[in-house]
């Protein structure tokens, strides 16, 4: 049997012609610093919005070597990662514990964390860099690890939270009657579980605390501890940089987080699918 749509040949032909403006517009920022990227300094002004006329890698060479950017990288890298595993074992072991555990002020806690994850960055900086600083922690890696977990993992406990509260409780009642453990059903069962919407968070997660900037603007502040981040934006303002140098080091910060997506895309469909569906 042919299925009818509800919207007419017109209707469809409009949201059709709206999509494509939305993805035109989507991708013509990305466009725009890619071209200007491979643009010299003398041709930018004068074509500011078609194709290179001349491709020059200068803007990457001064971006990677003379603006350090390459060392900055590194520094994300090892940084990072170690954040968001650190981040997965906190959201994971939180939202396990307020979405199947029963304990007393169970609720009135998992309401602090969401409270926890309204405040902007901006307004917690302060009291965090003077946290940081009694914890002799300023200009170190771990300073930023901290605060990247503390401050993003609210969220990833509100998502994994949600998602272990929907799976059957039969799982753990059956579980507990093998005499399995709390830890032992969340290492063992519910996470094993919950991989797309783990997958999900960390890609969140990672996005989020290679992208930071107010943070660790204030705890990195010596030169050999910077981030990708710390380090663009110092060198704008250290050097005024024109828009083919910015744009090539901003290629160069976006190209980690987009492997990372294009790498673990089915992951992420999996987990938004997986957390639509109740039951």
């Known amino acids: 049997m042919k299925k009818v749509s509800p919207f007419s040949p017109g209707a469809r ?6 999509m494509i403006v939305l993805v035109v517009a989507s991708l013509l920022p990305l466009y725009n610093v ?14 500011p919005i078609g194709l290179p006329q001349v491709v020059v890698g200068d803007n990457y060479e001064y971006a990677a070597f003379a603006g350090k950017l390459l060392q900055f990288t590194v520094n994300s890298v ?38 926890l994850s309204i405040f902007p960055q901006l307004l917690l900086a302060t009291q965090v860099f003077k946290l940081i600083s009694l914890m002799h922690l300023t200009n170190t890696g771990w300073g930023a690890i901290l605060t990247w977990v ?3 993992a609210p969220f990833g406990t509100y998502i994994m939270t949600t998602y272990f509260a929907d ?3 039969e799982l753990v009642e059956a579980a507990r009657i093998d005499g399995a453990g709390p830890v032992k ?26 992208n930071e900037l107010p943070f660790s603007l204030l705890i990195l502040q010596t ?15 250290e050097f005024g940089l024109r828009v083919p140098i910015l744009s090539a080091a901003l290629v160069i910060a976006m190209v980690v987080p987009m492997a990372m997506f294009f790498i673990f895309q089915r992951q992420i469909t999996l987990g938004v699918t997986a957390g639509a569906v109740k039951g």
């Open 167 to 169: 799976m059957p409780y």
């Open 150 to 152: 503390a401050y993003f």
């Open 185 to 210: 059903i969340l290492t063992r069962i519910m996470a094993p579980l919950a991989k797309p919407m783990t997958a999900t968070i960390a890609i969140i997660g990672f996005q989020s605390m290679w």
């Open 13 to 18: 032909i409009l949201v059709q012609a709206l």
């Open 34 to 47: 890619i071209s200007a990227s491979f643009k010299s300094i003398d041709e930018f002004p004068a074509n």
């Open 78 to 115: 090892l940084f990072v990662p170690g954040a968001v595993l650190l981040y997965l074992v906190v959201c994971i072991a939180a939202g396990y514990a307020f979405g199947k555990m029963r304990f007393a002020l169970r609720l009135p806690l998992f309401l602090l964390v969401l409270f």
């Open 223 to 237: 030169q050999e501890q910077r981030t990708l981040t710390v380090g663009i934006a110092m060198m704008r303002g």
